[in-house]
T-cell receptor
Framework: AQSVTQLDSHVSVSEGTPVLLRCNYS??????LFWYVQHPNKGLQLLLK??????LVKGINGFEAEFKKSETSFHLTKPSAHMSDAAEYFC?????????????FGTGTRLKVLA | GAVVSQHPSRVICKSGTSVKIECRSLDFQATTMFWYRQFPKQSLMLMAT?????????EQGVEKDKFLINHASLTLSTLTVTSAHPEDSSFYIC????????????FGDGTRLSIL
């Protein structure tokens, strides 16, 4: 069975400081992992994806995430937060075989950026 | 690339009305489309998965006769909420995936459905 845990429901950072959003996963199969961002009353936008290539994945808007198999983690980072980064972030795990391809969502982390 | 358009963005209607929501992949062919429901301050709940030309697969607890899904082409899926009631009020989001199972889903902007 697959599962994903986002360790923080809320994170607050000051503008210009680093962002760290934590995600741990569980999967019996070789997983695909994704980070999405959702602004209020909007759909989800793909930030980045890991699909068994490079373990350090670079995404849009300066975000990146590192796949660490030994720690079963896929934390999202950004060196310097922008006010526009304030949103809800979802970590997602998906398998790559029939029966495991559905998205399993984390519960989300709400990022607040303080001026 | 990979743009998904969802329409309408907001619907307000009376109880008993049926409402149709469209989901279109604008610049790619979507082998699979998904419909989700999102409650306030919660994550997304998968309602059903649809493949072009075949019947949708509904998740446990989702009423097939209440939420009709049609995936008539590789670029269009529709969700019809039949005889909607206030408890059907929610944020509905579609997504589309091209190619193999490891590919990401691309999401529409959602539809806010309010039943009076």
């Amino acid at each position: 069975a697959q599962s994903v845990t986002q360790l923080d429901s809320h994170v607050s950072v000051s503008e210009g400081t680093p962002v760290l959003l934590r995600c741990n996963y569980s999967s019996s199969y070789s997983p695909s992992l994704f980070w999405y961002v959702q602004h209020p009353n909007k759909g989800l936008q793909l930030l980045l994806k890991y699909t068994s290539a490079a373990t350090l994945v670079k995404g849009i808007n300066g975000f990146e995430a590192e796949f660490k198999k030994s720690e079963t983690s896929f934390h999202l980072t950004k060196p310097s937060a922008h006010m526009s980064d304030a949103a809800e972030y979802f970590c997602v795990v998906s398998g790559q075989t029939p029966g495991t391809y559905k998205y399993i969502f984390g519960t989300g982390t709400r990022l607040k950026v303080l001026a | 690339g990979a743009v998904v358009s969802q329409h309408p963005s907001r619907v307000i209607c009376k109880s008993g009305t049926s409402v149709k929501i469209e989901c279109r992949s604008l610049d790619f062919q979507a082998t699979t489309m998904f419909w989700y429901r999102q409650f306030p301050k919660q994550s997304l709940m998968l309602m059903a998965t649809s493949n072009e030309g075949s019947k949708a697969t509904y998740e446990q607890g989702v009423e097939k006769d209440k939420f009709l899904i049609n995936h008539a082409s590789l670029t269009l899926s529709t969700l019809t909420v039949t005889s909607a009631h206030p408890e059907d009020s929610s944020f509905y989001i579609c997504s589309a995936r091209k190619g193999s199972m490891g590919q990401p889903q691309h999401f529409g902007d959602g539809t806010r459905l309010s039943i009076l």
